[in-house]
């Protein structure tokens, strides 16, 4: 199957700005954060996710959905181990459409895409599979997580190509850039990408300030290749990062900001200052959870926290924390999420 070129273009007048935004941050200072200590005014309204059907075997729990990006009108769904399900998952902008605006109650039936990962599966010493997906043009990229020991793991992005008409897609394993861990954790590495025009920034998954007093993301070019391209400062952000949106013309993009409470011990989160910045929502309250999205903005110093109050989700019980990994933009309408493996696979729509 013939697959689109390897050139990487900007499509976009917003995608073009936000790159400037960045052009000259390898060697910023870091960041200015603010943290009101002010209490909010009343409680603010959780949105609630709205599940969207899928197809047996797509909801099974060991697709294992790590990452989400659209392809044009294309939403590509990438599983941790993309062998197990034959490759990357895809599902038309409009099928999504047609069941989140009740024209269907019909479950989504994901198309599979093969996917020839150029043998880094296979041949990557402590291979943990892929954890982050992005997309510019046709260009297609992808963070791996790997173990090297006991609380030694390893990042690494890679670059390859989707068909134009999502028919095949492949990586170039000599392309692989490791990225190094930030702190000695296991099981964390960079879970997640953010798209800046032509250029990527990279995101541990842990960035709170008791583990990594100086979180940075890592930026990429990838005009003629992809190269690493130094580091920005990042906000310090309490909790898990797990994925994020692309860029608009401003810089603000949206990330996944997850608490397990059996990770506590692990990640020593300190008081929630968004929390106490803008209030929790009414299950948020009452359980040790936390499920949001969260708006970053990359600037040429640095990516920081917004003044935008955080989108939380309302929590199914104070038992079960759902294990969210993939986040896209439904323009106009709100976001589209997915789990990882708990407490199953669940792609959902949450509303604006």
């Known amino acids: 199957m013939m697959l689109a070129p390897s050139n990487v273009r900007c499509h976009a007048l917003a995608g073009c700005a936000a790159a400037l935004l960045i052009a000259l941050a390898a060697c910023a200072p870091a960041p200015t954060q603010t ?6 005014v009343g409680r603010p309204t959780e949105r609630t996710p709205v599940p969207l059907p899928l197809a047996a075997p797509f909801d099974a729990a060991q697709v294992e959905l790590s990452g989400l990006a ?3 009108d294309t939403l590509i769904l990438l599983p941790q181990y993309p062998d197990r399900v034959g490759g990357l998952l895809a599902l038309p902008r409009q099928a999504l459409l047609d069941v989140i605006e009740g024209r269907t ?3 989504l039936v994901p198309r599979k895409i093969p996917l020839d990962d ?3 599966a296979r041949t990557l010493p402590g291979f943990e599979g892929f954890e982050a997906i992005a997309i510019i043009g046709d ?3 992808l963070t791996i997580e790997r173990r090297r020991g006991p609380n030694d793991m390893v990042g690494a992005l890679v670059a390859g190509a989707l068909a134009a008409d999502d028919s095949a897609a492949r990586l170039d394993a000599p392309t692989r850039q490791d990225v190094p861990a930030q702190a000695p954790l296991d099981n964390l590495s960079d879970e997640a990408i953010a798209v800046f025009g032509d250029r990527l920034l990279t995101f541990y998954e842990a960035n709170g300030a008791a583990v990594n007093a100086k979180p940075v993301a890592h930026l990429f070019d ?3 290749g992809l190269r690493a391209a130094g580091t920005l400062p990042a ?3 309490e909790y898990r990062l797990t994925d ?4 608009d013309a401003d810089g603000r993009f949206w990330v996944i900001n997850y608490q397990f409470p059996g990770d506590a011990a692990k990640l020593k989160p300190a008081p929630d200052a968004l929390a106490a910045r803008f209030g929790q929502g009414e299950s948020h309250a009452r359980c040790p959870q936390v499920e949001r999205l969260v708006e970053l903005r990359a600037t040429a110093q640095g990516v920081a926290l917004t003044e935008t109050p955080p989108v939380q989700l309302t929590l199914l019980n104070c038992q079960t924390a759902r294990n969210w990994e993939g986040l896209v933009v439904l323009p106009g309408r709100g976001f589209l999420l997915a789990t990882d493996s708990f407490p199953g696979t669940i792609l959902a729509f949450v509303p604006r």
């Open 35 to 40: 943290a009101a200590a002010t209490a909010p």
């Open 70 to 72: 659209w392809h044009g």
């Open 105 to 107: 109650t019909a479950a």
């Open 118 to 120: 150029g043998g880094l």
């Open 139 to 141: 260009q297609l990229y």
């Open 222 to 224: 990838t005009a003629g």
């Open 235 to 237: 906000a310090t952000l």
């Open 244 to 247: 994020a949106t692309p860029a």
